[in-house]
């Protein structure tokens, strides 16, 4: 079974898609952290990750070390990863990976939860179960800066809003796989959840969907 959970930068993906694999016992797959990892190569060689040939290098040199790196959560990281994400090229290379892990999920698990961008439009168009999370622009700029001051990175809120503005313009305006819901994804709108708000409508919904009761 394959479930996608797919939304723009802090709508609560990550924190959903980590829970629901938890609960159902199945693999979890983070794919912005591909698209990091891919970009934190191209920075660390000093390259432009908006330079089309160093990317694709990076991308199809891409070992399980990059995917351990420090530096995948920081906000250059991940200004970066939203450029590389743009090249097609990029994008093909690292579409193997991850059809393999929804298709096989390690371990032997019985089902993946992959989290993206394009999870429910391009990588698993068949998914099970398709979550497309939104929240507003404000809500989600709170949530950031948040956690980059719980991490102890400096943040200024008007520098998170201004990335957020951006990176969605660049992940949405993009020509390949744009970040947008599957005509059959169920939209959340996290504005006004919590965690466990967000858990429990996606599992009853999972549940009704799926018709596995008890979950
Ligand atoms: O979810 P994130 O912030 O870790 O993702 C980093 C960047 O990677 C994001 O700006 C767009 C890109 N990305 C993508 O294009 N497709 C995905 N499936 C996941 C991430």
């Not at 790196?69 to 939203?82: H, K, P």
């Not at 992959?114 to 507003?136: E, H, N, Q, W, Y």
């Amino acid at each position: 079974m394959i479930i996608a959970v797919d939304g723009p930068v802090a709508a609560g993906k990550g924190t959903l898609a980590r829970r629901l694999a938890a609960a159902l016992d199945f693999a979890y797959l983070d794919t912005g952290s591909i698209y990091r990892a891919v970009a934190a190569r191209v920075l660390a060689a000093g390259g432009d990750p908006q330079n089309h040939d160093e990317a694709v290098e990076a991308a199809r040199s891409l070992g399980p070390a990059d995917l351990e790196r420090s530096d995948l959560r920081s906000e250059a990281v991940g200004q970066a990863a939203s450029k590389v994400a743009a090249n097609q090229a990029v994008r093909e290379a690292l579409l193997a990976f991850q059809h393999r892990f929804a298709a096989q999920p390690p371990e032997g698990k019985g089902g993946a939860v992959l989290d993206g961008r394009d999870i429910g439009t391009v990588v698993c168009p068949d998914a099970d179960m398709k979550f497309f999370l939104t929240a507003s622009m404000e809500a989600r700029a709170r949530r950031r800066h948040k956690e980059l001051l719980e991490r102890g990175e400096k943040s200024i809120y008007a520098r998170v809003l201004q990335d957020l503005r951006e990176r969605d313009a660049r992940d949405s305006g993009r020509a390949t796989a744009p970040l947008k819901a599957a005509a059959d994804a169920l939209r959340l709108d996290t504005s006004e959840m919590d965690a466990d708000q967000a858990f429990a409508a996606a599992m009853a919904e999972i549940e009704r969907r799926l018709k596995l009761p008890g979950l």
